[in-house]
């Protein structure tokens, strides 16, 4: 295994994890709030799972989004 291979290919994945999944938190506000279904200054719990199947991974990362 290469490790710098490895790790560049971890870190691309996970920016496109963060870009993408904060692209979609902000539409999914967004039409929420236009929605009236959530009110400006809510506090939204969150959970991010990581799968990988092969490597029988799966991890939830809990949270938090703040809009006030």
């Not at 963060?18 to 809510?42: K, N």
């Amino acid at each position: 295994m290469n490790d710098e291979t490895f790790n560049l290919s971890i870190r691309k994945f996970l920016k496109t994890v963060g870009v993408r999944s904060q692209h979609e938190i902000e539409q999914a506000v967004a039409a929420a709030l236009a929605a009236r279904s959530i009110t400006d200054g809510a506090s939204l719990p969150a959970v991010m799972t990581l799968k990988i199947p092969q490597l029988g991974l799966d991890v939830e990362f809990p949270g938090k989004i703040e809009l006030g």
